[in-house]
């Protein structure tokens, strides 16, 4: 079992106008005022380092009991569905969905069923399908919110519906908010909806600290405790060091993510009146988040990345990653003097391919 996807992205060759990326751009420690002390190995994490699991539940109001940390919202997706999932077990995703993820839930055996997001209803998980096939065998349903590729936000209404369903399957939902925090106005955490929610997040996507592998998950405190006693088989701890970084991050939050909701809006408009210009793409208007999915009138957009990396020096990602060929991921987190000029090569690889 790997993850295509992952190893795609990780083999392909950087591109000056990257709009391929989903997060923002990388935040410089040395911006902050660090001495080696802060990074001292003393009080390493055993059991489980409460300082960092108190500036996680003070973001969301949360009960530190329920906070599990993981590297990234990789493992910590794993942790949570590897405590939820048995082989055999019913599991319903998103479709199209992010691939690691689903992948995951594949390598923990589970029987995967698949509720569609239509770029017709603007990427809205369709909550009449998941009540026509969750069963009595559904023990998870899995959603990112934001969705990624679209950016979609799902409403508290909506995910209190979901919440219902899971609820009458005995079931949990699984909600990666790891793109939540560049939702427009911000939104709070599904797992404040009760105890069947389950939500992974890092300060990865939003924060541009993803070599930090910042991960964490909340949840009930004894499904919390079961992910912990769980983590024992995978990592026991994560790095000291990146625990003490990860607090201090949390301590320097906003200076940290000073400047991106401003980018983010200003690269979103930029975006929108892109697709407002051609006749060759359509996209749901890009209100949140850093990525979007626009549909390329008929045509598999392998080609069009190819060609963008081949002579434009930019790229994209090919929508067959997400299940839908004919759409292509942007990415717009970075700076916007460089997306103005990856979205002038990208109509141009358009224009050639006309
Ligand atoms: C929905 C989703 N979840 C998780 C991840 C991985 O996040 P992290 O870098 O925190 O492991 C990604 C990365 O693209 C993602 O899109």
């Known amino acids: 079992m790997q993850s295509e996807y992952m190893h795609w992205a990780k083999t392909q060759s950087a591109t000056r106008y990257n709009l391929s990326s989903s997060e923002v751009p990388h935040f410089r420690l040395d911006r902050l005022n660090l001495t080696i002390e802060d990074l001292d190995l003393d009080g390493a994490s055993h059991p489980r380092y409460l300082p960092l699991r108190q500036s996680i539940a003070s973001q969301y109001s949360f009960d530190p009991e329920g906070v ?119 939104q709070p955490t599904s797992a404040l909806l009760g105890p069947r929610f389950v939500v992974t997040n890092s300060l990865t996507k939003v924060y541009g600290l993803s070599g930090l592998r910042c991960g964490w998950i909340l949840a009930d405190p004894g499904l919390a405790r079961r992910m912990w006693r769980l983590n024992d088989l ?35 408009a930029m975006f929108n009146r892109f697709v407002a210009e051609r006749d060759d793409i359509d996209c749901m208007t890009a209100e949140h988040g850093i990525t979007v999915f626009p549909r390329w009138a008929g045509r598999d957009s392998e080609a069009l990345d190819a060609l963008l990396r081949s002579k434009y020096d930019a790229s994209v990602v090919p929508g067959r990653w997400f299940e839908l060929p004919e759409h292509f ?23 050639e391919l006309r």
């Open 68 to 186: 599990v940390a993981a590297d990234g919202t990789s493992m910590a997706n794993f942790l949570a569905m590897a405590a939820l999932i048995a082989p055999g077990d019913e599991v319903i995703f998103e479709q199209p969905a992010y691939e690691p993820m689903l992948s995951a839930a594949e390598f923990l055996g589970a029987d995967i069923k698949r509720v569609a997001r239509s770029p017709a209803t603007d990427f809205r998980f369709d909550i009449d399908q998941l009540k026509a096939i969750v069963s009595e065998r559904t023990r998870l349903i899995v959603l990112a919110n934001l969705h990624n590729p679209s950016g979609a936000l799902t409403s508290e209404a909506d995910l209190q519906e979901i919440g219902s369903i899971a609820e009458g399957a005995d079931a949990h939902v699984l909600v990666d908010e790891v793109y939540l925090d560049s939702a427009v106005p911000p």
């Open 234 to 268: 995978f990592g026991v701890n994560q790095a000291h060091q990146a625990e003490r970084l990860a607090c201090f991050a949390f301590a320097h939050l906003d200076e940290i993510s000073a400047g991106t909701a401003e980018r983010l809006r200003a690269n979103r």
């Open 329 to 351: 991921r942007v990415g717009l987190g970075g700076d916007t003097g460089l997306l103005v000029e990856g979205l002038a090569r990208l109509g141009a690889a358009l224009d």
